[in-house]
């Protein structure tokens, strides 16, 4: 079975600043999805960004990337020009790429505060 | 209203009572989830569903039991309720054309179990 870790509870950073959220996996599959979900105090889950494990290329979605290191197993989320709006819980999560009934393993989760 | 929503979304109940939280999506996704969320877990598999009439087990099944007699709807019961299931429920869908199957989330049920 796949685990997913987080290993930074809490982070605050101040408002503007450039702020990276750590994420490892462990899985014996090579083909699988990797996800970042934002879960802000409205508790919705948003997808901020998705990576495939058989492209080499980061994936970007405007102020956030992803720092995707396959062998490594590591899988980190840089977010830049922070903004109040992203205080949120952030959670990593995995996926094998097989049939679509596979569900998804999280991460435990890092809150991420953004200081004004 | 389109998406996927849940009912209720808030629900306090007793030890020993049964309760069905309810799911449904407007896009016929095929497949459906429910997760569970507790302090300190993240977010665990409950049950899945591939289609109408296809469901399997995750990995925090016990207790819980589903069903899946509709594509749209996908119900989660806790036939007899316990402390340890106070949690926010998470209901989900996708879909094959959804890039990496992409899970589109409801916006939960808090169940307080006393």
């Known amino acids: ?28 599959e090579n ?11 409205s508790r919705q889950m948003i997808l901020v960004i998705r990576q495939e494990a058989y492209k080499q290329q980061n994936a970007t979605e405007n102020r956030f990337s992803v720092n995707f290191q396959k062998a490594a197993k590591s899988f980190s989320l840089k977010i830049s020009d922070s903004q109040l709006g992203d205080t949120a819980m ?15 393993t999280f991460g435990k989760g890092t809150h991420l505060i953004i200081q004004p | 209203d389109a998406g996927i929503t849940q ?34 877990h993240g977010l665990r598999l409950i049950y899945y569903s591939a289609a109408a009439d296809i469901t399997d087990k995750g990995e925090v099944p ?5 069903s899946r007699s509709k594509t749209e709807n996908f119900p989660l019961t806790l036939e007899s309720a316990t402390r340890s299931q106070t949690s926010v429920y998470f209901c989900a869908s996708s879909e094959q054309a959804l890039l990496g199957y992409e899970q589109y989330f409801g916006p939960g049920t808090r169940l307080t179990v006393t």
């Open chain 1, 1 to 28: 079975a796949q685990t997913v870790t987080q290993s930074q509870p809490e982070m605050s950073v101040q408002e503007a600043e450039t702020v990276t959220l750590s994420c490892t996996y462990d899985t014996s």
């Open chain 1, 31 to 41: 083909n699988y999805y990797l996800f970042w979900y934002k879960q802000p105090p």
């Open chain 1, 90 to 104: 952030y959670f990593c999560a995995f996926r094998y790429s097989g049939g679509g009934a596979d569900g998804l």
């Open chain 2, 7 to 40: 009912s209720p979304r808030y629900k306090i109940t007793e030890t020993g009572r049964q309760v069905t939280l309810m799911c449904h999506q407007t896009w016929s996704h095929s497949y459906m989830f429910w997760y569970r969320q507790d302090l300190g």
């Open chain 2, 62 to 66: 016990d207790g819980y039991v589903v």
